[in-house]
């Protein structure tokens, strides 16, 4: 059975969409289902139910994707392993990334081992070392095109989460109705542009929030305190004491990540854990996260 069939599988899965998937993988649509095709003739039977909607697993599917995943996840423990045994490790490998990335991968800081080294930097602040550029870098959606590498590595998805006290006694989720009126937390006015925030201003029917903040810490404190209902990553929020989930998962808050390296950087085995490792970060994010 070919690993590559095997990806592709997952990627249908994961988005019920050639093109989709395509896109995720960084092939052509017609590669993704030539690759299906593969593995469903040597497997002996359909793993999709194609309609007009897109691609549905059948239950024969449903059965195989737990397996698949284990073995995505096994080929990416390998690959790290022989790079680890292929040469000490030495360097430090500087990583820059957003706010809510950074907290996925510090968090998994745990599945790498003791080398390479890891420094990081959060994306817009000013650095110890400012004439050193971050080896690799972490953005939320796809990058400009450009002469650097890039590479999927997974998805955050958020919710709005509040004190309990904010269901007055309802189950969640709130409909969107009784979410609207809820009163709510923001961002500061030089943060209007991020999506989030107009994202807020629009669902809110353009009622201002009882308290602006900076960032997410600040916004999880400030719902935990019942004073309004803040937009946070759910694997954050559906953690957190003193907060519950109000909403489903928002699908225009859902957020994309993409790895950026140097082509003079992207065959360097440190280089390479660290992706590695990265990917393997978001895929063992126990909820809100999508790889």
Excluded at 168 to 175: D, V
Aim: charged fraction near 20%.
């Amino acid at each position: 059975m070919d690993w590559e069939d095997l990806r592709a599988f997952l990627a249908v899965a994961k988005r019920s969409n050639l093109r989709q998937a395509a896109d995720m993988l960084e092939v052509t649509q017609p590669t993704i289902a030539r690759r299906l095709k593969r593995l469903e003739a040597e497997i002996g039977i359909p793993l999709f139910e194609r309609t007009r909607e897109g691609h549905h697993l059948t239950e024969a599917g449903a059965l195989l994707l737990p397996d698949a995943r284990a073995v995505e996840t096994a080929a990416l423990r390998v690959e790290q392993g022989a790079l680890r045994l292929s040469q000490g490790l030495s360097e430090t490998v500087r990583v820059e990334a957003g706010e809510w990335a950074a907290a996925v991968i510090v968090r998994g800081l745990h599945l790498l081992s003791s080398q390479p080294k890891i420094e990081f930097v959060l994306s817009g602040r000013s650095s110890p070392k400012a004439d050193r550029s971050p080896d690799l870098s972490l953005h939320h959606g796809l990058p400009a095109t450009g002469s650097e590498l890039t590479r999927r590595v997974g998805a955050i998805n958020c919710a709005l989460y509040g004190s309990p006290d904010l269901l007055r006694g309802q189950t969640a989720p709130l409909a969107d109705t009784e979410l609207s009126a809820l009163p709510w937390l923001g961002f500061v006015e030089e943060q209007q542009d991020y999506v989030t925030m107009q994202w807020l201003q629009n669902f809110m029917n353009g009622r201002g929030p009882v308290a602006r903040m900076t960032n997410t810490d600040l916004m999880l404190v400030g719902a935990s305190t019942g004073i309004g209902a803040a937009v946070l990553p759910c694997f954050i929020g559906d953690e957190a004491p003193g907060v519950t989930r109000l909403s489903n998962t928002i699908p225009e808050l859902r957020a994309e990540y993409w790895l950026k390296v140097s082509p003079n950087l992207a065959q360097n085995p440190s280089i390479r854990l660290v992706s590695l490792w990265i990917i393997d970060c978001f895929r063992s994010m126990r909820t809100g996260g999508e790889v």
